[in-house]
Nanobody, 122 residues
């Protein structure tokens, strides 16, 4: 079981930016497809971005939900063993708790961290 920790959330005005981080201690994240997910107030948890592993047949490709495409960017730093989510042009509807997981799908994540709260408000 990989224990993930999310950080970097906060309160930001509409149009602002935040950069979230996902770390895993000693477990190398390079072997996993890594996803970012969010759960807005009163909503179900949804997948918003994924970066695939380059391990084996993986191609390292990235995908984004339509709601964040062009505004969010996912990346990974193998040396830091960290996966990032750069969020720009934030909107109030981006408000929620953000989680990372070792899958591109919510159903593929076996263990969730505590998440990090993102609030977009003026």
């Amino acid at each position: 079981q990989v224990n993930l920790k999310e950080s970097g959330g906060g309160l930001v005005q509409p149009g602002g930016s935040l950069k979230l981080s996902c770390t895993a201690g000693r477990f190398s994240l390079d072997y996993y497809n890594m996803g970012w997910f969010r759960q807005g107030p009163g909503k179900e948890r949804e997948a918003i971005s994924c970066i695939r592993s380059r391990d084996g047949d993986g191609d390292g490709s990235t995908t984004y939900a339509d709601s964040v495409k062009g505004r969010f960017s996912i990346s990974r730093d193998s040396i830091a063993n960290t996966v990032y989510l750069q969020m720009d042009s934030l909107k109030p509807e981006d408000t929620g708790v953000y989680y990372c997981g070792t899958s591109c799908r919510t159903t593929g994540v076996s263990s969730w961290g505590k998440g990090t709260q993102v609030t977009v408000s003026s």
